[in-house]
C-alpha cells in the first residue's frame, strides 16, 4: 500500500471528526428565524362555530335551485337530488358570464 493511501484514510478521518464537531451545535427551528409568531390567526374562543353560521342565507342564486332527476342537464350543476332546475335568468347569467355565450348546449 502506498503512502496515497494512507494519506486518504487520515483525510477521511479528519473530515468525520471535524463534521461531528460542528453538527454538536445548538439547534434553532428555521421557521422561527424567518416567520417569527405566526399572526392573522383567531383563537379557538374567537372563531365561529357552526352554530354561528346562518343557514337560511343565500350564498348566491343557485343555492337554493332546486334539484329533481326529471331536470334536465343543461348546466352541468348537480346536487344531492339530481340535476338543478335553473330558470331562465340562472341560465343567462351561466351562458353569460365571463363571455361564455356559445350558444352550444354544455357537454361533459
Known sequence: MG????ILIGL????????????????VPYAELVFGEP????????APTAADIDESAELDIFSKAE???????TSGLTNSMGNLCLDEKMTALLTSRGGNATGKPVTM
Do not use: H, K, Q
Not at 503512502?3 to 494512507?6: A, D, K, L, N, V
Not at 477521511?12 to 439547534?27: N, T
Not at 334539484?67 to 342537464?73: E, W, Y
Open 3 to 6: 503512502i496515497e493511501y494512507w
Open 67 to 73: 334539484g329533481s332527476r326529471d331536470c334536465p342537464p
Open 12 to 27: 477521511l478521518i479528519i473530515a468525520i471528526v471535524m463534521s461531528m464537531c460542528v453538527s454538536c451545535r445548538v439547534y
Open 39 to 46: 399572526e392573522g390567526f383567531e383563537n379557538s374562543e374567537t
